[in-house]
């Protein structure tokens, strides 16, 4: 799969990327990233003046009730009030889409186990074949062509319209089948797969030539951030350690706070309001705070992610390698509608530590460097402060 949606069935005009639940003492909250088509930031004359937060929220839920009582579907026009209340993250779900979200966040997926990408030549390429799944049991490798799926050309297609296709749609159930036409070294190839109950692989853990340590999260999904802290506590215990958030597009807002928790002794980790409320994210104490650590970043480093490498970038704690981060800052808060559709709004804006504030700004890195040569750098980087990576 490319990238990590939290539907299988995007809507026209709708997020088709991750939510960032947030919970805090009886608080829960969803940030959503919804990049826009090759990451640019929507300019503030692209967009009506936004409608403050309570008067939004007023708006879209008194829209869907006069919708409903009148026989018209209250989904829709909610979606039309988001759009007029000038909220750049609102969206809205039908219950079948919130029920696909929650799974993403959950970290499953109905699916075979394959992440895509597209390449310069528009061809799709097989990135990564999840072990024992369906892709894996019928012998598509990492590097192999999609050419086709169920008779349908791929070729050219977004990587996020390749995903849903694999996937079947939001009612598409484990044993459903799929025909997919592939290509290795100028051979073709037509395998009938069924699809199954999968679990995301959002951490990844290598080793970098020199010895460093890298935890690669894709997404933060529940566990994920268990997964970094377990990571790290298997680690050589003078090995550096690389922390890749390159590509991810948010999630969890409590996992990125336990990965924060990994390697910070306690201390905040980010401040944020809900309507104009102030309200704070602490680490836990006792994290792994004596390794150098360096943070990768780059245009598509969104939200949670952002909030993890800004938190350990005030701390002093990481030294951030990359590009400019994409600057996803802002706080939604879910409201069921009337007719069952879910409402995401924006509600207020999260902060680093030091009070900066990322939302259409994005995080400048400590060190640029660009995607071929930023795993390099950060091992340059990890030799200078005064451990062996």
Known sequence: MSGLSAFSRPRAGRCGALALTLVTTGVAAAQLTCPLPGGERPAAGDRPAALAPAAAHDAVVEAAARAEADGKSGAD?????VSRSGDRWGTVYDPEEYAAFEQALDGRYTGVGLRVRAR???AVEVARVQEDGPADRAGIRPGDLLRAVD??????LPSAEVVRLLRGGADAAPGSRVVLATERAGGSRVRTLSRARLHTESVTVGRLPHGAVRIKVSAFTKGSGGEVRSALAAAPDRAGLVLDLR???GGLVSEAVTAASALLDGGLVATYDVRGEPRALHARPGGDTGRPVVVLVDGTTMSAAELLA???QDRGRAVVVGSRTYGKGSVQMP???PGGAVAELTVG???TPSGRRLDGRGLAPDLEA???DAAERAETVLSGLGTPS
């Open 370 to 372: 660009g995607t071929g």
């Open 310 to 312: 800004g938190a350990l």
């Open 335 to 337: 409201t069921r509608l």
């Open 151 to 156: 008779g349908r050309t791929v070729t050219g």
């Open 120 to 122: 310069a030549d528009r």
């Open 247 to 249: 590509g991810n597009s």
């Open 349 to 351: 804006h999260y902060r």
């Open 77 to 81: 026009a909610a979606e039309e009030a």
